[in-house]
T-cell receptor, first 112, second 112 residues
Framework: NAGVTQTPKFQVLKTGQSMTLQCAQD?????MYWYRQDPGMGLRLIYY???????DKGEVPNGYNVSRLNKREFSLRLESAAPSQTSVYFC???????????FGQGTRLTVV | GENVEQHPSTLSVQEGDSAVIKCTYS??????FPWYKQELGKRPQLIID?????GEKKDQRIAVTLNKTAKHFSLHITETQPEDSAVYFC???????????FGTGTRLTIIP
């Protein structure tokens, strides 16, 4: 039982490059989330998915797209990376009944 | 949408003293309020939570109180220890919305 697994752990991109952050959970959770964490800004919600087949925008969705590929996987795509997207990204999942959210180990992304 | 404000942003207390972190929320429909602890370089992890039908909940040295009328909730840590040093996040969500919104975090430092 691995919990929530994110890949990669670290990534450096050049401005304008694209990439996809992968997230998978093996807890049969319905809800999945993508957050970014910046100093002094807390955890800001980018996108979330309440169930397989649905996605909704969070607080800071601009510049990102998501795919809920199946119940296990929720990916985050940066189509054209910008320095403002330099951050630590966390994926999380929760069963869907107002219970504990479990986080992945995070992806530290630097855009130069 | 939900807006969660958290204060203070930094807090230093002497070892053995108590620490209090306060949060307010805007959505009166929110009914689940978790607190997460994030140690340096690690992922956030749940330490305690409270639902709207309860006014207070304790777990050893930590407790959370909820005032639904005023729309605020607080984390109390007693007999603080060096291992309590971390960043603490409050959050709010209501069933049917599935949008887990976090506060901006409090960096707690325990002074030996």
């Amino acid at each position: 039982n691995a919990g929530v697994t994110q890949t990669p752990k670290f990534q450096v991109l050049k401005t304008g490059q694209s990439m996809t952050l992968q997230c998978a959970q093996d807890m049969n959770h319905n809800s999945m989330y993508w957050y970014r964490q910046d100093p002094g800004m807390g955890l800001r919600l980018i996108y979330y998915s309440a169930s397989e087949g649905t996605t909704d925008k969070g607080e800071v969705p601009n510049g990102y797209n998501v795919s809920r590929l199946n119940k296990r996987e929720f990916s985050l795509r940066l189509e054209s990376a910008a320095p403002s997207q330099t951050s630590v990204y966390f994926c999380a999942s929760e069963v869907g009944g107002l219970t504990e959210a479990f986080f992945g180990q995070g992806t530290r992304l630097t855009v130069v | 949408g939900e807006n969660v404000e958290q204060h203070p942003s930094t807090l230093s207390v002497q070892e053995g003293d108590s620490a209090v972190i306060k949060c307010t929320y805007s959505d009166s429909a929110s009914n689940y309020f978790p607190w997460y602890k994030q140690e340096l370089g690690k992922r956030p992890q749940l330490i305690i939570d409270i639902r709207s039908n309860v006014g207070e909940k304790k777990d050893q040295r930590i407790a959370v109180t909820l005032n639904k009328t005023a729309k605020h909730f607080s984390l109390h840590i007693t007999e603080t220890q060096p291992e309590d040093s971390a960043v603490y996040f409050c959050a709010a969500i209501h069933f049917g919305n599935e949008k887990l919104t976090f506060g901006t975090g409090t960096r707690l430092t325990i002074i030996p």
